[in-house]
């Protein structure tokens, strides 16, 4: 099931990507997940948590990933070949005659509406299905003592899909391209078709594992436990609830830091990525690599993390952001100095190209080190707790706090774009946000590690 919601994530982060920030520039990246991405992850949570007390875990399960399953034939069959007819384009001038030239970037996201609510989708399948809807079910069959055995397991299997989906994008992208005028949008139709055929194996996989599970002679005494207790806060009362829970408001400041980490880190790289690489089908095929290097990444880093969870949580935990701060700080260096006025021309172009490899490798090792490290560890604090704590803790902290952090981030990054023009002219600050965010995450893990060991 991971193998195959991987799969999914992995075409959506491409086409987001390849569609809009070829169109718009990395710029509007921050646009896009504040006044759009975030409204969604409210809805959505807010959705999760009335079905949740309304239905059964498998009914939930399939009306989660059912509207994702009906969006991508509708978006690569109707929608993009319409693109240019479906734009309300009186609207956003009049509309554009009330907002300032900053604020600009948003009539091109309501001009391009398709794409940008492609974004949000991609964006609400990773913290919505995969990080909530998946872990959730895992989280509810677990222990302390088997997570700590099967998670690093359960990572290093799921994300080499990767090293499927990377390979599959980029031939399949390249070889359209090659075949007609036309290839981009037949490419975009077999990709679409793919993550509809990997979603129905999801849910028929999910719904052999209940089968499996009911044949089981004794079920752990964790789900025995879970399956007596009743979800049935209301949302507002849930939060509220999570507030007032040291162990959890630990785990969400874990998250929140890494969201804002993560993406002053990643915003930046792009600004510089789209110099180079201009063309839907040229970026569509760059991420395809990409995806390839992630998989073999996250390879690599769960062969890691099997042995540092059982040396210590702490130090587990504290992997991710040690490895973003290593490579992160020296991209922002870089790129600092190749946009420095006293460089010369053909020193800045090398410096820019030498810059986008740092950056490169930084969000390899990011990515890889949360698909594993942090993963594997952020789902192991949430063992401990009770069915309350879990489902709406998760929900909570995966869609509300990890959407708090994207907006803080993107509102910041907002404006630092407004201010100063460009995330380019902007790099000396955001860096000095990433870091003394990083130290804060590093600080948060110890607290939180504290906790862990005396919950375990």
Known sequence: MMFLCIINFDILRNLKESLLVTRMGAEVIPFVKLWFVTPSAFIFVFCYSFLANRLSR???????????????????LLLYPNLAELAPNSFCQRISAYLPDSMALICGLLENWPLTLLFTCAELWSTGVLCTLFWTNVNDTSTVES????????????NSASLF?????????????????????????????IFVACGVGIIGLYYWSLKLSDTRTSAPEALKNHEKTATHLPLKDSFIYLIKCPYLKNIALIMLAYCVAINMAEVAWKSQLVRVYSTEAEYSMLMGQLTFYYGLGCLLMAAA?????RYSWRVAALGTPMLMAITGVPFFLVTLISNCSWVPETMAASMLLAGVGIGTLCNVA??????????????????????????????????????AGKSSSALLQQFLIVTLGSLTA??????????????????SVHTLSKQYNHYC
């Open 305 to 309: 993390s099997a042995w540092l969870i």
């Open 165 to 193: 989906s990377g390979p599959m994008i980029l031939l399949l992208v390249k070889y359209m391209s090659t075949q007609n005028s036309d290839g981009w949008q037949m490419s975009l139709i077999c990709l679409s078709m």
């Open 426 to 443: 902007s790099m000396h600050w955001i860096g000095c946000i990433f870091l003394i965010i990083t130290i804060i995450w590093m600080g």
């Open 366 to 403: 990011s990515k890889s080190a949360k698909y594993t490290l942090f993963d594997a560890t952020k789902e192991m604090a949430f063992v401990p707790l009770n069915n309350e704590q879990k489902l709406k803790g998760k929900a909570s902290i995966e869609l509300i706090v990890s959407r």
């Open 58 to 76: 498998q009914q939930l399960f399939v009306f989660t990933l059912l509207p994702f399953l009906i969006w991508m034939p509708v978006f690569s």
């Open 147 to 158: 997570s700590e055995k099967e998670y690093p397991l359960l990572t290093l299997i799921g």
